[in-house]
């Protein structure tokens, strides 16, 4: 009877070990319950358009994701709003803008060509699906209002950094 529990305690232990190296081994495969970097992208992509369907555009999550470092996987997983993501200018060409991410400019005639020019660059391509009618119109409009400006604003639009500076700093 010793030999018969033994035998079973055996077997137990056997089928056991099986098993538990078979799901070791299809985890470090990528198979059977392990996360693969397609699987990773697509979560992240599904998460980043739900949070923020105004702006996340799924499919270049999609096409870009592959080539993202762990940082900026951490940090796209992380969006939970469309705030979260227009305060992340980085995330937010990665993951939402379109192909047309610089617009086509006229090279700087004047000083209010160059204010617009830095607008245009640096405030509409923020807006998401923008496209070179966009560009072109606030270009225009940007041009119509910059001939009433005082010196200084035109001065510090076309050295703004970035968007918010040409709101806040000279009070666009």
Do not use: H, R
Not at 160 to 172: F, I, N, S, Y
């Amino acid at each position: 009877m010793n030999k018969n529990i033994i035998l079973g305690v055996v077997a137990v232990a056997v089928a056991g070990a099986g098993i538990a190296g078979y799901l070791i081994l299809n985890k470090n495969s990528g198979a059977g319950g392990g996360t693969t970097a397609g699987s990773d992208c697509a979560a992240i992509c599904a998460k980043v358009s739900a949070a923020c369907p105004s702006m996340a555009n799924k499919e270049i999550c999609l096409q870009n994701c592959p080539g993202f470092d762990e940082k900026t996987k951490n940090d796209a997983a992380a969006i939970t709003s469309c705030e979260m993501l227009a305060q992340k200018p980085e995330l937010l060409a990665l993951l939402a803008i379109p192909e047309v991410k610089d617009p086509k400019l006229a090279p700087a005639k004047n000083d209010c060509q160059a204010a617009c020019n830095n607008y245009v660059g640096k405030c509409l391509t923020l807006v998401p699906n923008a496209g070179q009618e966009l560009f072109s119109e606030g270009l225009s409009s940007c041009l119509k209002e910059c001939a009433g400006w005082e010196t200084v604003k035109v001065s510090c639009m076309v050295s703004a950094a970035d968007c918010p500076a040409m709101t806040e700093t000279c009070g666009l």
